[in-house]
């Protein structure tokens, strides 16, 4: 009964939401994505392939998509919705999987939404990139696994602050990022909440509620040294004087030495027990300490709250916008869509794939085990076969 009630509540929300896009890269995906022209005169542009990939899941749960195929190479490719959308007093949801079957050491994995009017053929990241009002995704390069949250505003580009782990491992993953018209995000991998929090607080974007009065500094006599020497102690007499070494009093001259042939005998010299360096008097707490000074904070005039944060007037299109030094990422199962239902089946199908291509991992890794040791076992009765039939070389490779 609650399988039913569960499903029916899914099927009402789904009929009343809007998918803006969805795309899992079947049929003919050419006339629906296009490959810029970015950095192909200098050679650097990398080529894409839909497949499967090595490992997969097949009937219903087989994902093919976009894949990477060259390496150090800078891929630039787009599609757009069938008509632009605003998200003004709406959700936003943005779903998409990713699977880094070459074991990715370094390179993006993250989407783009772009406002539309984009030249899909002049699409480029870089210094120059095209604007774009959000970034999502997975970045990887050596041990820092991250998961991108970038808002445009203003023509600049503001990061989440907070650190959202990705995923590493070489198998299928959906990454879901949702925008709420309160000004909230959250963000979802294999439909998992990963984090969430205000727009406002977590992204950069405004200017600070309260800054440092600048009509305000500290006190010339305000004193903040905690522990200062003690008065009451004095150097000792001589203190300056102890050495830091000595001769060695145990030492003694060699029977054998002879002054005019080794020179004058001189007695090595050890660390001066009594020696303990450079005198500092002992501290004590400063009964003239008034604590820390703290800037006293006002409003700040150049803040203003923004409820729309969230909101962009246009989106026209995804974008993949990537550098990778090694290739094989494979992105599939695009929702852009008001409803984080609409993501759901592709978040399952995701799911289930994962299971497969690890089930097929496994098997091939064991496969290629026993192979090993099959070929180490041929070679070893090999060279003992050699070794009976000819017991020269052996007692040659003894010598």
């Known amino acids: 009964m609650k399988l039913i009630v569960a499903t029916l509540l899914c099927f009402i929300a789904c009929a009343y939401s809007t998918v803006h896009f969805s795309d899992?890269?079947?049929?003919?995906?050419e006339s629906r994505w296009v490959t810029s022209s970015w950095k192909k005169d200098s050679g650097e542009a990398g080529a894409f392939k839909v497949t499967a990939g090595k490992y997969h899941a097949d009937g219903d749960n087989k994902i093919v998509g976009l894949q990477t195929t060259q390496d150090a190479r800078f891929y630039a490719i787009s599609a757009k919705f069938k008509k632009a959308f605003s998200n003004k007093d709406s959700k936003l949801v943005v779903s998409y999987s990713v699977k880094h079957e070459q074991n990715i050491d370094c390179g993006g994995g993250y989407i783009k939404l772009l406002p539309a009017g984009l030249d899909q053929a002049d699409f480029k990241g870089g210094a120059s990139e095209s604007q774009y009002n959000i970034m999502f995704g997975p970045d990887i390069c050596g041990s820092t696994k991250k998961?991108?949250?970038i808002l445009n505003h203003g023509g600049?580009?503001?990061l989440v602050k907070k650190n959202i782990p990705c995923e590493g491992d070489e198998y299928t993953h959906t990454y879901t990022l949702v925008v709420n018209p309160d000004n909230t995000y959250e963000v979802y991998i294999d439909g998992e909440k990963k984090e969430s929090g205000s727009i406002e607080e977590d992204i950069p974007i405004l200017?600070?509620?309260?800054?440092?009065?600048?009509?305000?500094?500290?006190?010339?006599?305000?004193?903040d040294e905690r522990m200062i020497d003690d008065p009451a102690e004095k150097k000792p007499e001589g203190y300056d004087d102890i050495p830091a070494e000595i001769v060695d009093p145990a030492a003694k001259k060699p029977d054998d030495w002879d002054d005019q042939l080794d020179g004058e005998w001189e007695a090595p010299k050890i660390s001066n027990p009594d020696f303990k360096g450079p005198w500092s008097a002992k501290k004590i707490d400063n009964p003239a300490y008034k604590g820390e000074w703290e800037h006293p904070m006002i409003d700040n005039p150049e803040y203003k709250a923004d409820p729309t944060l969230y909101k962009y007037d246009s989106f026209g299109l995804v974008g993949l916008d990537l550098w990778q030094v090694k290739s094989g990422s494979i992105f599939s199962n695009f929702v852009v869509s008001?409803?984080?239902?609409?993501?759901?089946p592709a978040i399952e199908k995701a799911n289930?794939?994962?299971e497969a291509e690890k089930k097929q991992k496994e098997a091939k890794d064991e496969e290629d085990r026993k192979k090993r040791e099959e070929e180490e076992k041929a070679k070893k009765a090999e060279e003992d076969e050699k070794k009976e039939s000819d017991p020269e070389s052996e007692k040659k490779e003894d010598l």
Do not use: Q, Y
Request: proline share 8%.
């Open 352 to 354: 289930k794939a994962r």
């Open 147 to 149: 998961t991108h949250v």
């Open 156 to 158: 600049k580009n503001h």
């Open 207 to 223: 200017p600070e509620k309260k800054i440092k009065d600048p009509s305000k500094s500290k006190p010339s006599d305000w004193v």
């Open 24 to 29: 899992s890269l079947s049929g003919d995906w």
């Open 338 to 344: 008001d409803s984080f239902d609409d993501a759901k």
